[in-house]
């Protein structure tokens, strides 16, 4: 043991003591406070990743409800639509019926006036005839054969040809 001396021994024991304080100090102390505050930044982190994890599904369980409210109320739209179609084709048909209801009573007053028109010319033309018969009645005398003759003809009617 020549060469160790208690002196040395006792000098480097209190140099190594001073050098794990200064790098305990120095080192250890910063670097365990870099790690808590990295330690907090990342469990923040991940708080504030859970929150907005927890955000994102209300918003997609919200888009969702929103989608399946806008789908039925399309399908509403589309039913109603399809009512008020319905409706409408109801009211031209029956606008239409009243229309040709209204042109057939038109058709059936003309008709009806203009066979009013034609009995009238008929009465008018048998009028005139009978004042024509009548004078060529009156034009010659007429005997009991004359009157049975035409009473013949009269009762016979057109179908002779005469």
Same mark, same amino acid.
């Not at 790098?23 to 991940?46: C, E, I, N, Q, W």
């Not at 004359?146 to 009617?157: K, L, V």
């Given at each position: 043991?020549?060469?160790?001396?208690?002196?040395?021994?006792? *000098?480097?024991?209190?140099?190594? *003591?001073?050098?794990?304080?200064?790098?305990?100090?120095?080192?250890?102390?910063?670097?365990?406070?870099?790690? @808590?505050?990295?330690?907090?930044?990342?469990?923040?982190?991940?708080?504030?990743?859970? #929150?907005?994890?927890?955000? #994102?599904?209300?918003?997609?369980a919200q888009a969702? #409800?929103?989608?399946? $409210?806008?789908?039925?109320?399309?399908?509403?739209?589309? @039913?109603?639509?399809?009512?008020?179609?319905?409706?409408?084709?109801?009211? *031209?048909?029956?606008? $239409?019926?009243?229309?040709?209801?209204? *042109?057939?009573?038109? $058709?059936?007053?003309?008709?009806?006036?203009?066979?009013?028109?034609?009995?009238?010319r008929a009465h008018?033309?048998?009028?005139?005839?009978?004042?024509?018969?009548?004078?060529?009645?009156?034009?010659?005398?007429?005997?009991?054969?004359?009157?049975?003759?035409?009473?013949?003809?009269?009762?016979?009617?057109?179908?002779?040809?005469?």
């Open positions: 043991m020549e060469g160790l001396n208690p002196l040395d021994i006792l *000098i480097h024991i209190i140099n190594f *003591i001073v050098t794990f304080v200064l790098l305990y100090l120095l080192l250890y102390k910063p670097l365990s406070r870099f790690m @808590h505050k990295r330690k907090d930044g990342v469990a923040r982190t991940l708080e504030e990743a859970e #929150a907005t994890r927890t955000e #994102a599904d209300a918003y997609l969702k #409800a929103e989608l399946a $409210a806008t789908g039925e109320k399309a399908r509403q739209l589309s @039913h109603e639509a399809i009512e008020n179609a319905a409706l409408d084709a109801e009211r *031209i048909l029956d606008s $239409a019926q009243d229309e040709a209801d209204a *042109i057939l009573q038109k $058709a059936r007053a003309q008709v009806q006036q203009e066979k009013q028109a034609a009995i009238e008018t033309e048998v009028v005139g005839l009978a004042g024509e018969i009548a004078s060529h009645i009156l034009s010659h005398s007429v005997t009991l054969e004359d009157n049975r003759e035409i009473a013949e003809r009269f009762f016979r009617g057109p179908e002779d040809g005469q």
